[in-house]
């Protein structure tokens, strides 16, 4: 079997409707002629044709995946963070994107000064 290509796509932050502070991490790659939409914390992935089915896919995969472990009692095992390749990837889609944000924002900085930092 052949080493499949990965491209990465983009990397987003979602949660779950009810449990808003849980953050989920999830990694979009295009590997072949599929999207692969990842739950790192879980390690759980999902693929689809697009972008928005393979994220479809996957809300349904972390649906069952949950619902398993509720069922099961398993809770405390549920965090499974996906490999470190992935994790990496992941960080350095954030990082270029926030580079682009303080590309986009450059006159803003250099007219204003930073006034203040806040944190979420």
């Known amino acids: 079997m052949g080493v499949r290509k ?6 987003l932050t979602g949660s779950i409707e009810d449990l808003p502070s849980l953050r ?4 979009l790659t295009k590997e072949d002629d599929v999207i692969v939409a990842r739950c790192l914390d879980f390690s759980v992935s999902s ?3 697009s972008e928005s089915e393979a994220l479809n896919s ?3 995969s972390i649906k069952d995946y949950l619902g398993h472990a509720i069922e099961h009692g398993a809770l405390d095992e ?5 490999e470190g390749k992935f994790w990496e990837a992941f960080r350095k889609s954030e990082l270029q994107d926030e580079l682009l944000n303080i590309k986009e924002n450059f006159d803003i900085l250099k007219t204003k000064k930073v006034k203040d930092v806040t944190y979420a």
């Open 24 to 27: 989920l991490h999830i990694l």
């Open 47 to 49: 693929h689809g044709n």
């Open 6 to 11: 990965m491209t990465i796509l983009k990397a």
């Open 78 to 82: 549920i965090i499974d963070p996906d």
């Open 58 to 60: 996957l809300s349904d």
